[in-house]
């Protein structure tokens, strides 16, 4: 016979439970930084064709 627990015994729902700690992130401004380094890379990639 398998055991079985309440989910959040198992650790299921205690991310969701966790206090909040630490710095939170906006996800836009997340997703704004990876787009400018993705465009800044590509741009370093691409120099010698500018040159």
């Known amino acids: 016979m398998p055991i079985t627990t309440p989910q959040s015994q198992a650790g299921v ?3 969701y439970d ?3 700690k ?3 992130l ?3 401004l997340l997703l704004v ?3 400018v ?3 800044v890379i590509i ?4 120099a010698s064709l500018f040159a």
Do not use: M
């Not at 741009?43 to 691409?46: A, M, N």
């Open 13 to 15: 729902l205690s991310f």
């Open 18 to 20: 966790a206090p909040e």
């Open 22 to 24: 630490g710095p939170s």
């Open 26 to 28: 906006n996800p836009r």
């Open 33 to 35: 930084a990876v787009a």
């Open 37 to 39: 380094f993705v465009i």
């Open 43 to 46: 741009i370093f990639d691409h």
